[in-house]
């Protein structure tokens, strides 16, 4: 009669003590330039401001396509030394002007130090000068927060 109730009490308390995610809006910007450049391979590196990295630099690498698709991973290092990792996936297209429009969903998949457990998902955008190497750079999206 009392191992019953007891297991109850203990999976309530349990339960109670188990913290829920919080999903929270990220915003970001960015700018910088391309590092290396091959047929197929895109490498490059940004500074910018993040609601939640504050200041930050970020690098990152693609592989593009004819067909005007790609597919990278990116780190982002806050001026605190935390990291936030993940995957980028997209298209990209001439806009005229030397200039090439990038629209890509984004997935933030792990972190360390305060970011640690962070994980989302959104969208980027961004404009390259072909002639030049610039590269600007939005990103938006939700993030999950343990």
Excluded: C
């Excluded at 090439?100 to 984004?106: A, G, I, R, S």
């Amino acid at each position: 009669m009392f191992r019953p109730l007891l297991l109850g009490v203990v999976a309530t308390l349990g339960l109670s003590g188990t913290a829920s995610a919080q999903t929270i809006p990220h915003k970001e910007a960015s700018a910088g330039q391309l590092t290396n450049v091959t047929a197929t391979q895109m490498d490059w590196t940004t500074t910018g401001h993040g609601t939640h990295y504050g200041k930050y630099t970020e690098v990152g690498s693609h592989l593009y396509f004819p067909d005007g698709t790609l597919y990278g991973v990116f780190t982002v290092t806050a001026a605190d030394g935390s990291t936030m990792s993940g995957t980028y996936e997209g298209t990209f297209a001439p806009i005229g002007g030397g200039l090439f429009l990038f629209e890509v969903d984004v997935y933030w998949l792990e972190g360390t130090g305060r970011l640690e457990g962070v994980t989302g998902s959104g969208s980027a955008t961004a404009i390259l000068d072909g002639a030049t190497g610039a590269v600007v750079v939005q990103a938006g999206g939700l993030w999950s927060r343990p």
